[in-house]
């Protein structure tokens, strides 16, 4: 076959074989787990006006009950509309056993939509047994049979769960598999796209759920805006008192001290009128880099594209660079966005040891999106140190998210999206700098 023809088959084929599997880890899944914990809920919740002792097994159920829930959701991004977890946070000090805990447990609605899921869902789960049957049954037909034919004619008489008792039949068996696993391909997606459809109904977050997981979150990174903040404001304050004000009163003594010398000592009067004019070369530098590092002008004269072009620029390795930005965001976002990517690009000079970089810059569907990478060692992780911790709070305040691979031998990657309207368009360059 042709390559071009066998990779358009592939791509025909390839959705439909990857449901099948998805389908039958779902059916495995669903009828084992959901069952399991449907008659455990049960007998928990049985136990509760009966011992008391429900009390403290009703909500150690409900824990297994979401880690199965949990990953069950996980998996519904197979559908390409992935289920949101519902679950409000536990309230501190509500170990399982206490009276606290039972009273979040028992008034969380999502439990109870947990509950009413687990036999719906253990039968639309066994339902997408057949996304995997199905197929599978066409390519026995079309493989098996044939070859059970090939080798000894005389053994199409026992089937191989086909209807192969007489041999018309059996040499049917190959057309009818076609057919089989053709529409069994097609109906495997279909399958697993209506399983978690229906699954969203009982797992998804209500409107109400959906709010209050907003609240929490805007509360969260709210007071994360606020900490940083108040560090990047002692770090201004830091650097003035440490750098440009000691220059400057250094500046001052010199220049008191060549007044006093002035009409005594010339000479040594112009020496120290020298060294304050540098002191204070040393002093507009600092405060230079201090405003850089507040608004950088190469932001405000370039635009982001061109402000990340300069960044890349200034990394001792070559680094291919993709931009694709239609305008520019909004000022707060260019400069979260301009410092994530200055950090990532930090770090791959610093740790990476790697040969290659790369820089992408493009606005998809409403979200900014940056991409860098490198082909280094990998191993990067964000807690160890303040610089990614920084650039996720940082994108954080405005909805923003980051996302690090790095496996060890790399290569690294670090995704950040932040979700921004874009303004005026303009056109821009797209070039490497290897
Ligand atoms: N591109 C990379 N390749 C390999 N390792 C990396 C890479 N980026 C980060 N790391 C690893 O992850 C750690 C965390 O990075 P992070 O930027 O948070 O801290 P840092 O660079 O060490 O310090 P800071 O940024 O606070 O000055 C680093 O110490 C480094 O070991
Ligand atoms: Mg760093």
């Not at 830091?238 to 000691?246: E, F, N, T």
């Not at 010339?266 to 020496?271: E, F, L, N, S, T």
């Amino acid at each position: 076959m042709d390559s071009s023809v066998r990779a358009v088959v592939w791509r025909l084929i390839r959705p439909g074989a990857l449901a099948a599997v998805q389908g039958l880890a779902v059916a495995l899944l669903s009828l084992t787990t959901n069952v399991a914990l449907f008659v455990l809920s049960v007998v928990s919740l049985a136990l509760i006006p009966a011992l008391g002792i429900g009390f403290a097994i009703f909500p150690a159920v409900t824990v297994l009950v979401r880690a199965s829930l949990t990953l069950q959701r996980r998996l519904s991004r197979w559908s390409g509309a992935p289920i949101a977890s519902p679950y409000a946070p536990v309230p501190a000090g509500a170990r399982i056993g206490t009276w606290r805990r039972f009273r979040w447990v028992v008034g969380d609605p999502a439990t109870w939509r947990d509950f009413a899921w687990l036999i719906p869902g253990a039968i639309t789960g066994g339902v997408c047994l057949l996304a995997f049957v199905l197929p599978a049954y066409g390519l026995e037909g079309v493989l098996f049979v044939p070859l059970v034919l090939y080798l000894t004619i005389d053994w199409y008489g026992y089937g191989v769960f086909w209807p192969m008792d007489n041999l018309a039949k059996a040499w049917l068996a190959a057309p009818q598999g076609w057919l089989l696993l053709a529409g069994g391909l097609v109906a495997a997606r279909w399958l697993m796209w209506l399983h978690f459809r229906f699954a969203g109904l009982f797992l998804a977050p209500t409107r109400a759920q959906e709010l209050a997981l907003r609240v929490r979150h805007l509360t969260a990174t709210r007071a994360d805006t606020i900490d940083t903040q108040a560090a990047e404001l002692r770090r201004i304050e830091r650097d003035l008192h440490d750098g440009a004000q000691a220059r400057l009163v250094a500046l001052r003594m010199s220049i008191g001290l060549a007044e006093k010398l002035l009409a005594d000592d010339p000479v040594a009067a112009q020496r120290l009128l020298s060294e304050a004019q540098e002191a204070s070369g040393h002093a507009l530098a600092e405060l230079r880099d201090l405003v850089r590092g507040i608004y950088p002008p190469v932001l405000a004269e370039r635009g982001l594209d061109g402000a990340v072009q300069a960044l890349a620029l200034a990394v001792p390795m070559p680094v291919d660079l993709d931009v694709q930005l239609a305008g520019s965001p909004p000022a707060a976002v260019e400069s979260a966005a301009y410092f994530a990517v200055a950090e990532a690009l930090t770090n791959v000079t610093k740790h990476s040891g790697a040969g290659r970089a790369w820089i992408q810059l493009f606005y998809d569907d409403g979200v900014l999106k940056m991409v860098v990478g490198d082909d280094g060692r990998g191993g990067a992780t964000v807690d160890a140190g303040t610089g990614l911790a920084g650039v996720r709070r940082r994108l954080a305040a405005f909805d923003g998210t980051m996302t690090v691979t790095s496996p060890p031998g790399g290569p690294t990657v670090v995704t950040m999206e932040l979700p921004c309207e874009l303004s005026s368009p303009r056109i821009s360059p797209s070039s490497g700098t290897g």
